[in-house]
C-alpha cells in the first residue's frame, strides 16, 4: 500500500515528513514539513518505526492547512452508512478494469469503453445479474450510478493516491451541511470562480476562492428585493474543488507533464513482472506426525497454510499449528507475511536471512470457508488488496502454492521420521506412528531452513532464475515493499465481525463480559435497541474492539475475567462452555474457571489413554491453535507417564473404544481410518 519512495509524506514521532530521495545503500534522504530541516536515515531504521507503531503513512494529500492524516475517516467500510458503502463498492467494482491496466494503457478511449461496459451491465439489473449490487432492499435505498469521464478519472486518483484502499471511495455526504445543492446562478459564480482562480498555476487556497465566491454573491444581491441568493460555506466549496477531475487539476496547476507523471506513478499489472503483484496463499496438511515434546506421544499431523509470491516464487509466510484450516490460521498466516521476520539466523539456525515482507496487491484463494466472509474481504478492501476466488475444483488456477506443497512434501517431509508420505501405497509398510520423533518446533525450525537455504537458494525452473536473487534484484532496483498505514489497524482489520447490545455492565459475547470506561457515554449515545459492531481476534478473547460510530474509532474493552479469558481462543472457550452445559444446568464465570481446570485434567488423561493414536485435538487445546513461531520452545514438562511396552512390528495390537469414556471425550478424538491403521499395524474394534 505504502513505500518510502520519492514524495511519500508520514508521521514519525508527531513530526511531518517528506521522503525527498532514495540513496544507495537503501538510505533515504528526508525533509522535515514544518521546519524544512533536511537528514538522512536509512530504510531499516523507518521499518522498524513502522512496525513499532511510532510512524504513520499520509493515507492521503491534504490541504496544508489541515496537515498530515495518517487514518481514513471510516476505520472500515462497514463503519459508514450502508448507502456509502454500496457506492464505494460499486466505484470499485466500475475501476477495477482500470486499475489492473498499466498507467499508459488508461487512455480515455479505454475509460470510455469501461463505462460503456458498466452501463451495459446496468441494464440486466432488473432480471438480478449485476455484479455488483446497487440497492438494498432491506434499508430500501438505490444509489446513483451515473458517471462521466472525468468521475472514473477522479476514482482512480484518489484509489490510486490512498494506495488501492476501497475507503477511499467512500463519498462524503456525512461532512455536507443541511444543503446539499446549490441555487443555479449560485454554482455558476462557484464555477467561474475556481475556473479563474483556482485552476491556475497560482496555486491560490481553498479560502481564496471561498471569499470571492463570496464577495460575487453579495455584489449579485445588489439591487434585489425579494430573492436573494444564498453564500455557500466553506467546506461545499472544498468539496467542489474535491470533486474536480484530478488530471484536469493538476495539469491546470502544475502542467500537463507533472499532472501525467503524478498520476501513472501507482497501478498494478496483470502480469506479475515485481513482487507482491500476485500472491497465492492455501494450507494442506502436513505429511508428517508430530509427537508431544514432554511425553513423545503421537499429536498427529499438523496444518500448514502457505503464502508465496508468484513474480519471484519467494516465500512470504506461513502458518504452522494444529489449528484446522481457518479463518485463525489465515489471520495467522498473512500477519506473518506482512511483516518482517526479525533474526531467523539466530533463532533457528539458518544461513540466510528472510527477506520478504509486504502487503500483496492481489490475494488468490480458493472457495474455503474461511475465505469468505464480510471480515477478510473487508480487510483485504481496506489494506489495497483485491481478493480473487479461483473457480470451484480448479487448483490449477493458484498452481504455484500447490507446487510449493509438493516440493516441501518431496525435499522436506517425506524425508523425515514419522512421514506418512503422499498416500498410503507410497508408505508401503513404512510404520509412522511408532516412528514418529519430531516435535511442532523442531518441524518449524526444518520449514525455516529448507524455505531459506534451499528453496528460495536453489534455482526455481518456472521462474528461471532463483527466487532470494530476483527478491534482492528488485530490492536492488529500487522496488520497495507496500506497508499498512498503520500497524495498530491490522489487527482490528482481519478480527472477527459480531454486533452486540451494549448494556450497563458492558457486552457479553459467549458468555464473558467486556467493559471500559469509555463505553458508558457512547451507550447514552445509541438508539434504543441499536447494536455495537465488534471486531476480535479468534485466537485471543481476553479482549475485543468495540466500533464508536460517532467519532469512527474503536474501544478497546478487556474481558473482565481476564484470569479466565487471557490467551484463550474462542474454540477453546466454547469448548469449555460445551463441556459446563453438559454438566450443569446453569452458565456462569465461576462455572467457566471449574470447567476450563476440569477439561485441563480430562487432556491430561487423554494423553495417557491415547497411547497408540494421535492427538491433535489434545495438541490444538494445548497450543491454543497458535502458529509454531508464536509458541514459547519451553513449555512446563508434564509428570513422566508410565513407560509403554516396547512396539512389537510383528503384533497386532487392538484399540478399543471403552464406556468409560465420556460422550464429551469422545468427540475429541481423531480417527485415522481404517485402512491407514491397519498399514501401521493396528486393528480398530468397538465393545
Same mark, same amino acid.
Given at each position: 500500500?505504502?513505500?518510502?519512495?520519492?514524495?511519500?509524506?508520514?508521521?514519525?514521532?508527531?513530526?511531518?515528513?517528506?521522503?525527498?530521495?532514495?540513496?544507495?545503500?537503501?538510505?533515504?534522504?528526508?525533509?522535515?514539513?514544518?521546519?524544512?530541516?533536511?537528514?538522512?536515515?536509512?530504510?531499516?531504521?523507518?521499518?522498524?518505526?513502522?512496525?513499532?507503531?511510532?510512524?504513520?503513512?499520509?493515507?492521503?494529500?491534504?490541504?496544508?492547512?489541515?496537515?498530515?492524516?495518517?487514518? #481514513?475517516?471510516?476505520?472500515?467500510?462497514?463503519?459508514?452508512?450502508?448507502?456509502?458503502?454500496?457506492?464505494?463498492?460499486?466505484?470499485?467494482?466500475?475501476?477495477?478494469?482500470?486499475?489492473?491496466?498499466? /498507467?499508459?494503457?488508461?487512455?480515455?478511449?479505454?475509460?470510455?469503453?469501461?463505462?460503456?461496459?458498466?452501463?451495459?451491465?446496468?441494464?440486466?439489473?432488473?432480471?438480478?445479474?449485476?455484479?455488483?449490487?446497487?440497492?438494498?432492499? #432491506?434499508? *430500501?435505498?438505490?444509489?446513483?450510478?451515473?458517471?462521466?469521464?472525468?468521475?472514473?478519472?477522479?476514482?482512480?486518483?484518489?484509489?490510486?493516491?490512498?494506495?488501492?484502499?476501497?475507503?477511499?471511495?467512500?463519498?462524503?455526504?456525512?461532512?455536507?451541511?443541511?444543503?446539499?445543492?446549490?441555487?443555479?446562478?449560485?454554482?455558476?459564480?462557484?464555477?467561474?470562480?475556481?475556473?479563474?482562480?483556482?485552476?491556475?498555476?497560482?496555486? $491560490?487556497?481553498?479560502? *481564496?476562492?471561498?471569499?470571492?465566491?463570496?464577495?460575487?454573491?453579495?455584489?449579485?444581491?445588489?439591487?434585489?428585493?425579494?430573492?436573494?441568493?444564498?453564500?455557500?460555506?466553506?467546506?461545499?466549496?472544498?468539496?467542489?474543488?474535491? #470533486?474536480?477531475?484530478?488530471?484536469?487539476?493538476?495539469?491546470?496547476?502544475?502542467?500537463?507533464?507533472?499532472? $501525467?507523471?503524478?498520476?501513472?506513478?501507482?497501478?498494478?499489472?496483470?502480469?506479475?513482472?515485481?513482487?507482491?503483484?500476485?500472491?497465492?496463499?492455501?494450507?494442506?496438511?502436513?505429511?508428517?506426525?508430530?509427537?508431544?515434546?514432554?511425553?513423545?506421544?503421537?499429536?498427529?499431523?499438523?496444518?500448514?497454510?502457505?503464502?508465496?509470491?508468484?513474480?519471484?516464487?519467494?516465500?512470504?509466510?506461513?502458518?504452522?499449528?494444529?489449528?484446522?484450516?481457518?479463518?485463525?490460521?489465515?489471520?495467522?498466516?498473512?500477519?506473518?507475511?506482512?511483516?518482517?521476520?526479525?533474526?531467523?539466523?539466530?533463532?533457528?539456525?539458518?544461513?540466510?536471512?528472510?527477506?520478504?515482507?509486504?502487503?500483496?496487491?492481489?490475494?488468490?484463494?480458493?472457495? !474455503?470457508?474461511?475465505?469468505?466472509?464480510?471480515?477478510? @474481504?473487508?480487510?483485504?478492501?481496506?489494506?489495497?488488496?483485491?481478493?480473487?476466488?479461483?473457480?470451484?475444483?480448479?487448483?490449477?488456477?493458484?498452481?504455484?502454492?500447490?507446487?510449493?506443497?509438493?516440493?516441501?512434501?518431496?525435499?522436506?517431509?517425506?524425508?523425515?521420521? !514419522?512421514?506418512?508420505?503422499?498416500?498410503?501405497?507410497?508408505?508401503?509398510?513404512?510404520?509412522?506412528?511408532?516412528?514418529?520423533?519430531?516435535?511442532?518446533?523442531?518441524?518449524?525450525?526444518?520449514?525455516?531452513?529448507?524455505?531459506?537455504?534451499?528453496?528460495?537458494?536453489?534455482?526455481?525452473? !518456472?521462474? +528461471?532464475?532463483?527466487?532470494?536473487?530476483?527478491?534482492?534484484?528488485?530490492?536492488?532496483?529500487?522496488? +520497495? %515493499?507496500?506497508?499498512?498505514?498503520?500497524?495498530?489497524?491490522?489487527?482490528?482489520?482481519?478480527?472477527?465481525?459480531?454486533?452486540?447490545?451494549?448494556?450497563?455492565?458492558?457486552?457479553?459475547?459467549?458468555?464473558?463480559?467486556?467493559?471500559?470506561?469509555?463505553?458508558?457515554?457512547? &451507550?447514552?449515545?445509541?438508539?434504543?435497541?441499536?447494536?455495537?459492531?465488534?471486531?476480535?481476534? %479468534? !485466537? *485471543?478473547?481476553?479482549?475485543?474492539?468495540?466500533?464508536?460510530?460517532?467519532?469512527?474509532?474503536?474501544?478497546?474493552?478487556?474481558?473482565?475475567?481476564?484470569?479466565?479469558?487471557?490467551?484463550?481462543?474462542?474454540?477453546?472457550? #466454547?469448548?469449555?462452555?460445551?463441556?459446563?452445559?453438559?454438566?450443569?444446568?446453569?452458565?456462569?464465570?465461576?462455572?467457566?474457571?471449574?470447567?476450563?481446570?476440569?477439561?485441563?485434567?480430562?487432556?491430561?488423561?487423554?494423553?495417557?489413554?491415547?497411547?497408540? &493414536?494421535?492427538?491433535?485435538? @489434545?495438541?490444538?487445546?494445548?497450543?491454543?491453535?497458535?502458529?509454531?513461531?508464536?509458541? /514459547?520452545?519451553?513449555?512446563?514438562?508434564? /509428570?513422566?507417564?508410565?513407560?509403554?511396552?516396547?512396539?512389537?512390528?510383528?503384533?497386532?495390537?487392538?484399540?478399543?473404544?471403552?464406556?468409560?469414556?465420556?460422550?464429551?471425550?469422545?468427540?475429541?478424538?481423531?480417527?485415522?481410518?481404517?485402512?491407514?491403521?491397519?498399514?501401521?499395524?493396528?486393528?480398530?474394534?468397538?465393545?
Amino acid at each position: 500500500m505504502y513505500r518510502f519512495s520519492k514524495g511519500t509524506r508520514f508521521l514519525w514521532q508527531k513530526t511531518a515528513y517528506e521522503v525527498l530521495q532514495n540513496q544507495p545503500g537503501q538510505r533515504v534522504q528526508l525533509i522535515d514539513l514544518s521546519s524544512g530541516a533536511i537528514s538522512a536515515t536509512t530504510e531499516g531504521q523507518l521499518l522498524d518505526a513502522l512496525f513499532e507503531g511510532s510512524l504513520s503513512f499520509a493515507v492521503a494529500e491534504q490541504l496544508e492547512e489541515e496537515g498530515l492524516a495518517t487514518a #481514513q475517516e471510516f476505520p472500515t467500510l462497514t463503519d459508514c452508512s450502508v448507502r456509502q458503502q454500496l457506492t464505494a463498492r460499486f466505484r470499485h467494482w466500475v475501476i477495477a478494469p482500470l486499475v489492473a491496466m498499466s /498507467p499508459e494503457a488508461r487512455t480515455l478511449p479505454a475509460v470510455k469503453a469501461r463505462i460503456a461496459a458498466v452501463e451495459q451491465a446496468l441494464e440486466a439489473l432488473a432480471q438480478g445479474k449485476v455484479p455488483v449490487p446497487v440497492t438494498d432492499e #432491506q434499508h *430500501d435505498l438505490k444509489i446513483r450510478t451515473r458517471m462521466s469521464v472525468a468521475t472514473v478519472y477522479r476514482w482512480l486518483a484518489v484509489y490510486d493516491q490512498a494506495g488501492g484502499d476501497i475507503r477511499s471511495l467512500i463519498p462524503n455526504w456525512h461532512k455536507r451541511g443541511r444543503s446539499q445543492y446549490l441555487q443555479p446562478d449560485v454554482d455558476q459564480i462557484v464555477t467561474a470562480v475556481i475556473d479563474e482562480l483556482y485552476l491556475q498555476q497560482e496555486r $491560490r487556497s481553498v479560502d *481564496d476562492v471561498y471569499l470571492e465566491v463570496l464577495l460575487r454573491v453579495e455584489e449579485a444581491n445588489v439591487g434585489q428585493t425579494e430573492t436573494k441568493l444564498e453564500a455557500p460555506g466553506r467546506s461545499t466549496i472544498h468539496d467542489r474543488i474535491q #470533486q474536480l477531475d484530478a488530471q484536469e487539476k493538476m495539469a491546470a496547476r502544475q502542467g500537463k507533464r507533472s499532472a $501525467r507523471r503524478t498520476l501513472t506513478q501507482y497501478g498494478a499489472m496483470n502480469q506479475p513482472d515485481r513482487p507482491l503483484l500476485r500472491v497465492e496463499i492455501d494450507h494442506t496438511p502436513v505429511d508428517v506426525i508430530l509427537v508431544d515434546a514432554d511425553d513423545g506421544l503421537p499429536l498427529g499431523r499438523p496444518t500448514l497454510t502457505s503464502v508465496l509470491d508468484i513474480a519471484t516464487r519467494y516465500p512470504l509466510g506461513y502458518y504452522l499449528g494444529f489449528e484446522p484450516p481457518s479463518y485463525l490460521a489465515v489471520c495467522e498466516a498473512l500477519g506473518h507475511a506482512f511483516k518482517p521476520k526479525g533474526d531467523v539466523r539466530t533463532q533457528y539456525g539458518a544461513d540466510h536471512e528472510w527477506i520478504a515482507y509486504g502487503l500483496p496487491r492481489t490475494l488468490v484463494v480458493d472457495n !474455503g470457508r474461511e475465505f469468505k466472509g464480510q471480515s477478510l @474481504e473487508d480487510a483485504c478492501l481496506s489494506l489495497g488488496i483485491m481478493l480473487q476466488f479461483t473457480p470451484k475444483m480448479t487448483p490449477h488456477f493458484k498452481g504455484s502454492v500447490e507446487r510449493l506443497f509438493r516440493t516441501q512434501n518431496s525435499g522436506l517431509f517425506h524425508t523425515l521420521e !514419522g512421514t506418512t508420505f503422499a498416500n498410503i501405497f507410497a508408505r508401503g509398510d513404512y510404520r509412522s506412528l511408532e516412528l514418529a520423533k519430531l516435535t511442532l518446533h523442531d518441524i518449524d525450525s526444518a520449514l525455516h531452513i529448507f524455505l531459506l537455504d534451499f528453496y528460495a537458494e536453489q534455482f526455481h525452473t !518456472g521462474l +528461471q532464475g532463483i527466487p532470494a536473487r530476483r527478491w534482492e534484484q528488485f530490492l536492488a532496483d529500487g522496488f +520497495q %515493499p507496500r506497508l499498512p498505514a498503520n500497524v495498530a489497524d491490522v489487527d482490528i482489520l482481519l478480527g472477527r465481525v459480531l454486533h452486540r447490545t451494549l448494556f450497563h455492565y458492558g457486552v457479553e459475547i459467549d458468555g464473558l463480559r467486556y467493559n471500559h470506561s469509555d463505553l458508558s457515554p457512547l &451507550r447514552d449515545l445509541l438508539k434504543r435497541g441499536e447494536k455495537v459492531k465488534i471486531k476480535y481476534q %479468534p !485466537g *485471543d478473547i481476553s479482549q475485543i474492539y468495540i466500533y464508536n460510530p460517532f467519532d469512527q474509532t474503536y474501544i478497546c474493552a478487556p474481558a473482565v475475567n481476564q484470569s479466565y479469558a487471557q490467551g484463550l481462543s474462542r474454540w477453546k472457550h #466454547q469448548l469449555i462452555r460445551s463441556f459446563l452445559k453438559a454438566e450443569r444446568d446453569r452458565v456462569d464465570e465461576a462455572g467457566l474457571a471449574w470447567a476450563k481446570r476440569k477439561m485441563r485434567e480430562i487432556v491430561a488423561e487423554a494423553k495417557e489413554r491415547k497411547r497408540g &493414536r494421535t492427538r491433535k485435538r @489434545e495438541a490444538r487445546w494445548e497450543t491454543n491453535g497458535r502458529s509454531a513461531p508464536n509458541i /514459547p520452545a519451553e513449555t512446563t514438562p508434564a /509428570p513422566p507417564p508410565q513407560p509403554a511396552a516396547p512396539a512389537n512390528p510383528e503384533q497386532v495390537t487392538t484399540l478399543e473404544l471403552t464406556d468409560q469414556v465420556p460422550a464429551y471425550l469422545a468427540q475429541m478424538k481423531l480417527h485415522f481410518t481404517p485402512e491407514e491403521l491397519e498399514a501401521e499395524g493396528w486393528r480398530t474394534s468397538r465393545l
